[in-house]
């Protein structure tokens, strides 16, 4: 099982006022910095954040740490800070690069429904600023840009149907240090919570699990929207980059990751490659070592579907759900 690190008398730093959860940075008797977000009580945020996690680190992605934690009672996770303490490196977010490409980009605006933060935009930024895979990444052959390694990112949503890559959950690292090879890199992927139906209910997800195991044999067409491919094709299954201004609705993860393969075939199928080279048993390995007091086996049976329907529908490179 994952551990749960109690961080109840560790020192707080400062509050955190990015976002829209409560949370703050706090240190741990060796002098780490971690960010604590606490999960709401309805919600399975600090499940879905975790397991987001490992499944980056599966797929070989770099990505924000994170560990189940609790606060005096209060459930969540905790984020090592994945910048240097020296400043020696700096975090720019997405809205900030795309005002520098376009003055009159709405980069205070709302993390929802900026019909602006399109995917040509966000590879674009990530071109015209000339951000490089991490450094310490093992990219896959036909991946040489950051905005090539920023399609590993989508094809992360696309698989845990992350709706929250708005434009300050992600961005790019800028080096002030003479010794660091890449000045300029795509900042780890962060911020999963918003993934796996962790907003539902442990009755609906059960529902909609059974209504899925039953979907090609006894749901009739008209019922598709209550089982699990129903969720993922419904308003609550959309993310937050739109495919052009005139769009009225943001995609569906899939569909981003989608658009992606069909504009930026090369890197995108790399990407499939490093995916169906894996050991698909290990996610299940990595749900199941989610405590049983953190994760519901509801939610357990509904995340592992939820998961497989992504996977087949990325692999066959069809990006639909049969």
Not at 290 to 313: D, G
Request: proline content about 5%; hydrophobic content about 35%.
């Amino acid at each position: 099982m994952f551990p749960v690190i109690d961080v109840s008398n560790w020192e707080r730093l400062s509050m955190e006022q990015m976002g829209t959860k409560p949370k703050f940075w706090c240190q741990s008797e060796d002098g780490g910095e971690y960010l604590f977000k606490e999960s709401r009580s309805h919600a399975g945020e600090h499940w879905s954040e975790k397991i987001a996690a490992e499944i980056a680190q599966w797929i070989g992605l770099s990505h924000a740490s994170i560990e189940l934690a609790v606060c005096n009672d209060k459930k969540g996770t905790i984020s090592k800070n994945f910048l240097p303490l020296d400043k020696s490196c700096s975090l720019v977010h997405g809205n900030e690069l795309l005002s520098k490409i376009d003055e009159s980009y709405p980069k205070e605006a709302p993390n929802f429904s900026v019909v602006q933060h399109t995917l040509p935009r966000i590879i674009e930024a990530l071109d015209e600023h000339h951000a490089q895979p991490p450094m310490t990444a093992i990219i896959p052959e036909g991946v040489t840009t950051g905005s090539d390694y920023f399609l590993g990112y989508l094809m992360l949503d696309a698989l845990i149907t992350n709706t929250d890559r708005h434009h300050q959950n992600w961005g790019i690292t800028i080096s002030s240090s003479e010794t660091v090879g890449h000045d300029t890199e795509i900042a780890p992927t962060f911020d999963h919570a918003s993934s796996l139906g962790r907003e539902l209910t442990d009755r609906r997800r059960d529902d909609k699990y059974q209504a899925e195991l039953r979907r090609n044999e006894t749901v009739s067409p008209s019922r598709r929207d209550q089982t699990i491919v129903g969720y993922l094709e419904s308003r609550k299954g959309r993310s937050r980059i739109y495919e052009a201004e005139a769009e009225a609705n943001p995609l569906h993860p899939i569909d981003v990751f989608r658009i992606a393969f069909a504009r930026y075939n090369t890197p995108s199928d790399a990407w499939i490659n490093r995916l169906q080279s894996l050991d698909y048993s290990q996610v299940r390995q990595i749900v199941q070592k989610i405590p049983n007091n953190i994760m519901s086996e509801p939610a357990r049976s509904f995340c592992l579907k939820l998961i497989e329907l992504n996977y087949h529908a990325i692999i066959s490179r069809g990006f639909q759900y049969e």
